[in-house]
Structure formats: C-alpha cells, structure tokens
C-alpha cells in the first residue's frame, strides 16, 4: 500500500537553530509537496517537490526520487516557523494526495 | 480573495442534523477534494472529483456525499452528523503543472455535539 512516513514526530528548537525533516515513501508515491500548517490550522504549500531541490528564503527541500526520500531544511528558525510540517504524495495513478502524519516543530524564543 | 474559499468557517452542530460544507475556487483546476483532519493526525481524502460529472470515493467517505456543483464548486454534505465527525475539513484543487501542486482551503472546523 501507499506508505508516507515522517520524522521525527516532534521537534523543539531555539530560535536561531537550523533543523532537517525527513519524510520516506513508497514506490507507489510521486510528486512529494511539504506542507505547513500553523497554529491556527492554516495549511501552507511550501514545496512541490517531485525531485531535486527548491529553496524559498529560509526553507529549502530536497527530494531524492530514486531512493524515496524528501527532506526539508528549516534554517534560523523563528517562532512562526511552529506548526506541523507534512509530507504528502501522490499515488502513481495521479488521483489522490496521501499526507504522513507530520512533525510538529516548536521553535521557543 | 482567496483562491480557495470555504464556508463556513467554524460550525456547531447537534447530532442527527445534517449540514452543508461549500468550497468555491477561482484557480480555474479541474480537480477538487474534501479532506478531513482530526485532532493530531495527519489529513484522509473522504472524496475526490476530476470535473463536473466525475465523483470518487475516498479512505473515510461513509457517513458524507458530495456535489460537484460546477467547475468552481464542491460541496460535502453530512447527511446525519454524529459527533466523531467533529474535525478540521479542508477543501483542495490541483493542477499538474510543475508550479503549483496543491492549493488548500483555510478549513471549516465542525464540531457536532
């Protein structure tokens, strides 16, 4: 079956520090996104991401299709950076989005 | 205005009541979803449309259907809300161009008492 896994499951910083997510998935994903979803439940696109790397300011993704890994880099991190990031994929067949169950990040001041 | 627009935004109501979700979009994409977010966990897809005449069922759709209304509208109806369908509901589109991927709603948080 479809298998999205994301670590670690929580993560707390200090401002200014710099962290790496990471979200493995099955053969049958593709076209991996990283979502942000902030503490008023809003979610973010951050990346579309089905290979390679993408930076946008301080956030940076990086998606090794071949060995079925993603990883997210969050540097200088700031208080609203807090939130759970996810990883979500789609199936090969391209008809739905299958979300891990995310990494909830507390980035204290 | 937000490209994906859903209404209403928070909502109560009592058990055995049915009740409509509506999502409107203005990003012109042919697919739509509802998804559904409990408290904690990540997001299950309840249904899913491609256009106006295709509806498909999704991980959890027991218990809602849906209306594809339009290209722009996608509507999730409980039918008889009981009170573990308290949860986050968010409407998404998608395009297959490389830029964009998914856009999501801001979400309607329901609770059923």
């Known amino acids: 079956g479809i298998q999205v896994e994301q670590s670690p499951p929580d993560l707390i910083l200090q401002e200014g520090a710099n962290s790496t997510l990471r979200c493995n998935f099955s053969?049958?994903?593709?076209?991996l996104q990283w979502f942000h979803q902030n503490p008023w439940g809003q979610l973010i696109n951050l990346f579309y991401?089905?290979?390679g790397t993408k930076q946008n300011g301080r956030l940076s993704a990086t998606t090794v299709a071949t060995e079925r890994y993603s990883l997210l880099y969050i540097s200088s991190s700031q208080t609203t950076d807090s939130g759970v990031y996810f990883c979500?994929?789609?199936?090969?067949?391209?008809?739905?989005?299958?979300f891990g169950e995310g990494t909830q990040l507390t980035v204290n001041p | 205005d937000a490209d994906v627009t859903q209404t209403p935004r928070n909502r109560i109501t009592k058990t055995g009541k049915r009740i409509m979700l509506e999502c409107s979009q203005t990003?012109?994409?042919?697919?739509m979803y509802w998804y559904r977010q409990d408290p904690g966990l990540g997001l299950q897809l309840i249904y899913y449309?491609?256009?106006?005449?295709?509806?498909n069922k999704g991980e959890i759709s027991d218990g809602y259907s849906v209306s594809r209304q339009a290209q722009a509208k996608f509507s999730l109806s409980l039918e008889s809300a009981i009170p573990n369908q308290t949860a986050l509901y968010f409407c998404?589109?998608?395009?297959?161009?490389?830029?964009?991927?998914?856009?999501f709603g801001s979400g309607t948080r329901l609770t059923v008492v």
């Open positions: 991401i089905p290979s």
């Open positions: 053969d049958s994903v593709n076209n």
């Open positions: 979500a994929g789609e199936e090969t067949s391209g008809s739905r989005l299958t």
């Open positions: 998404a589109t998608s395009d297959f161009t490389v830029a964009y991927g998914y856009t």
């Open positions: 449309s491609f256009d106006v005449k295709d509806i």
């Open positions: 990003k012109g994409h042919d697919r």
